[in-house]
Nanobody, 119 residues
Framework: QVQLVESGGGLVQPGGSLRLSCADSGSTFSINAWGWYRQAPGKQRELVASITRGGRINYVDSVKGRFTISRDNAKNTLYLQMNSLKPEDTAVYFC?????????????WGQGTQVTVAS
């Protein structure tokens, strides 16, 4: 079992910054990759950024150059630094941890944190 607890969401003006955090606990040794997803009202959940245990990082095109995913292994904490925020970044952001290998992988999810970008 893996537990994920997120923090750091809130209201920010366009052009501002926020940092999301996700602390994991439990069987963290089994995690192969972490990710941040978001879901806006009426839209499907999308992958924003991911990082593997080996350090490979990917971003969705819409956040490249603005968002940075990182992980502090000593603190078992995943981060998403979000800069130059836009109204279209408004969504509930979810932390994800994946164990196992395809096709047998399993996803754990955080509770979600609201990010609202508005003036």
């Amino acid at each position: 079992q893996v537990q994920l607890v997120e923090s750091g969401g809130g209201l920010v003006q366009p052009g501002g910054s926020l940092r999301l955090s996700c602390a994991d606990s439990g069987s963290t040794f089994s995690i192969n990759a972490w990710g941040w997803y978001r879901q806006a009202p009426g839209k499907q959940r999308e992958l924003v950024a991911s990082i593997t245990r080996g350090g490979r990082i990917n971003y969705v095109d819409s956040v490249k150059g603005r968002f940075t995913i990182s992980r502090d292994n000593a603190k078992n904490t995943l981060y998403l630094q979000m800069n130059s925020l836009k109204p279209e970044d408004t969504a509930v952001y979810f932390c994800n941890a994946r164990i196992g290998q395809a096709p047998y992988e399993y996803d754990y999810w955080g509770q979600g944190t609201q990010v609202t970008v508005a003036s």
